[in-house]
């Protein structure tokens, strides 16, 4: 029987990982495909700059069969979740759970660092990781969004023009360009969309992620009925790809209403897009507004890149 061995990372065992990320993943994950990369940047990333991470910002575990190197696991603990990196097992030691011991040992580590949630990050091109993950109980966060059908191209002049009405109660209060005034909006309804849609990861989104739409310019609303403050939308972008958020009170999220607010932002928002996807405030809000979406045009897509979590039972 062959003797197993769960072991912290060494720093030759970090080079020998991020040596077989760049094989098990280029495929799968556009940040490891080397024609995308470029000679220049796969070598400063896998000398440089993927080294210093893994080592210094990550806890790293390798499994050993025999003593020969059979798989590993890097994860993240500087937030309130333990992130899974990477995992990958050899090929020819697949099928014998080892990347479910390799799991379960981060599973420890989190418990030791008092995290209620594991989450990973996958790419819709991997089918395999998605679904080892979904057979761990690791569930899928928000990894839908809306987008006019693929043989569409996205004409703002065209959506405003079939979807503003003039004489309607539904409008928009536009706030500043300083990205100060939008940010106690976007987490008032961050908040209340996870609150009503996400329950299951309120805590962990809200401590992790909530920032992280704030990080790109964008132009900000707040969307009302008559004088009833109901959600925020924001619109950023550039080079004729825009990306909307919109998020709002629960009663509202299978009303027509989202419509004409999206229709507003786009009549006042400065460019002009070929290429326009939108993103609601919660999975409960995306599946409650699917008619709503669809019938204004928009088809439900899987995110490039999306984050699974699994919560953690307490031992």
Known sequence: MSKIEILPASKRDVRWAIDRDFVFFEKVDPAFDPKSLGKIRKYLLKKIFLPSRYDKAFDGFVLKSDGEHA???????????????????????????????????????????????????????????????????????????WRRAEDEQFDTNVFVGAHELEDTPAHLRALGPNPKEGMPFYAQWLKHELEHGDAWVKDVIWEDYKDLALRTPAQDWVCMQGEEELGYIRLAGMRGTLWAYLACHQDYWDNDVQIQWLAQALRQYPSRPTEFTLKVGSGGHHEASRAVWEKAGFEAFTWPRYILFKALEKK
Not at 98 to 114: D, G, H, I, K, M
């Open 71 to 145: 798989g590993y696991v890097f994860v993240n603990t500087h937030i309130e979740s333990t992130h899974i990196e990477t995992l990958a097992v050899e090929p020819e030691f697949r099928r014998q759970k080892f990347a479910t011991q390799l799991v379960e040992r981060v599973s420890e580590l989190a418990r030791n660092y008092e995290h209620q949630y594991l989450s990973a990050a996958v790419t819709d091109q991997n089918e395999a990781g998605q679904a080892f993950l979904q057979a761990l109980d690791f569930q899928p966060y928000r990894a839908e969004g």
